[in-house]
T-cell receptor, first 120, second 114 residues
Framework: GAGVSQTPSNKVTEKGKYVELRCDPI?????LYWYRQSLGQGPEFLIYFQGTGAADDSGLPNDRFFAVRPEGSVSTLKIQRTERGDSAVYLC??????????????????FGPGTRLTVL | AQTVTQSQPEMSVQEAETVTLSCTYDTSESDYYLFWYKQPPSRQMILVIRQEAYKQQNATENRFSVNFQKAAKSFSLKISDSQLGDAAMYFC???????????FGQGTRLTINP
């Protein structure tokens, strides 16, 4: 089956502009994650959705960043008033619903190829 | 807070040789998972191997094996019979049981010399 897809693959924008990055998870995966990978670094968690709701948005750096998942499938990461420091690869991942509390089920997060955002 | 540290920014190995990538981590939890992920130039993050903290036996997946030292909070990856296709960034990753957030190390860039 198809994996996680992300569009666009690359996005170049000017400082101050608004951008939207899209993620299509694997069909049937109810959990969706966004990570940000700055140059030469490991990915850092931004936000996690279980279904339509953001269950954990503790990684969003500030209020310029916002993400939605209105129908529990596709998600859009929105960045307002972009800054040069926002330049990074934005990775999306999806997984089956996490295991029950107390259980030992770990549902693997499958990653997309990312969107490389460049803010000039 | 959990942290993952990879102290080797770059490693290189001759094709068919063995290489070991190092990782240390810190967590106050006793139950967690550790992973090694591979990221080739395509940027696609691929799970290589996983280890559950409550299991003492080291995980093995074909040419990939780990040395998990829970007391020392160390988790190294050994790649045997290195192949050109193994060239990539390798990330050591931690997640607490029940949590959703993967915590990544800084990565080690592995080069395979033919």
């Amino acid at each position: 089956g198809a994996g996680v897809s992300q569009t666009p693959s690359n996005k170049v924008t000017e400082k101050g502009k608004y951008v939207e990055l899209r993620c299509d998870p694997i069909s049937g995966h109810t959990a969706l994650y966004w990570y940000r990978q700055s140059l030469g670094q490991g990915p850092e968690f931004l936000i996690y959705f279980q279904g339509t709701g953001a269950a954990d948005d503790s990684g969003l750096p500030n209020d310029r960043f916002f993400a939605v998942r209105p129908e529990g499938s596709v998600s859009t990461l929105k960045i307002q008033r972009t800054e040069r420091g926002d330049s990074a690869v934005y990775l999306c991942a999806s997984s089956l619903k996490s295991g029950l509390a107390g259980g030992r089920i770990y549902n693997e997060q499958f990653f997309g190829p990312g969107t490389r955002l460049t803010v000039l | 807070a959990q942290t993952v540290t990879q102290s080797q920014p770059e490693m290189s190995v001759q094709e068919a040789e063995t290489v070991t990538l190092s990782c240390t981590y810190d967590t106050s939890e006793s139950d967690y998972y550790l992973f090694w992920y591979k990221q080739p130039p395509s940027r696609q993050m691929i799970l290589v191997i996983r280890q559950e903290a409550y299991k003492q036996q080291n995980a093995t997946e074909n040419r990939f094996s780990v040395n998990f030292q829970k007391a020392a909070k160390s988790f190294s990856l050994k790649i045997s019979d290195s192949q050109l296709g193994d060239a990539a960034m390798y990330f050591c990753v931690l997640i607490q049981r029940g949590a959703q957030k993967l915590v990544f190390g800084q990565g080690t860039r592995l080069t395979i010399n033919p």
